[in-house]
């Protein structure tokens, strides 16, 4: 990796694994033989990870180191899509922009990691609605611009169907009031059902609405 890694990819990439494995700060120290202050202060920003104990982590999770250079490159091109300001913002607005951004790449990383581990099956439509919806919630926050280019290193949601129909969503509902943003988003849209696999099962028509039976009124003789 590069020597000038933004340090906030490191600290998110020791939330993600310790959260993937679903274990507590402690077990994660018994098993990587790092003290529990040093992956709090990990965790916290205080203290930037050593490539060794990135790696002592990773094995620890039983995630190959590849997959963690892969989520290292996500972050970076996640948080290096942030807007640029003119002039000096404050620290207030710099540190929950950080927080703000780092939260939605953590949103995505589990489905990244699926991926790239190959174990990924093909979600029922419900799945795959609810995880578009969930996606889509942790991003919607953003510029559309940004929101793009946080989709595009994650193979997952770059080729999901139901992001793509989300997003179209989205598009509709703002196309009476934001012509603009409406086209943004649909061109959004259009750009990731284009790169949806071919195998892909075809996502199954929406729900005809339920007709309501009109009460007939009888007349009076």
Known sequence: MAQREDPEVRR?????????????????SRASKIPQADISRFESGRQVPSEEALLRIA??????????LHLRRFYAAGLAARPRRRGIPSPEVTSLERTILSSALLALSPYLLELENGRETPPSPEEARREAVEIWTA???????????????????????ALAEQIWKASEKAAPHRPDEAKELADLALWIASRVPENAPPPPPPPAPVERKSSVRRRRL
């Open 59 to 68: 094995e620890a999770v039983r995630v190959p180191w590849e997959q963690v």
């Open 12 to 28: 998110l990439v020791v939330v993600f694994l310790r959260a993937h494995a679903r274990m507590k700060q402690v077990d994660l």
């Open 139 to 161: 991003l919607e926050r953003f510029p559309i611009r940004k929101r793009r280019a946080m989709i595009e290193p994650s193979l997952h949601a770059s080729r999901s169907w």
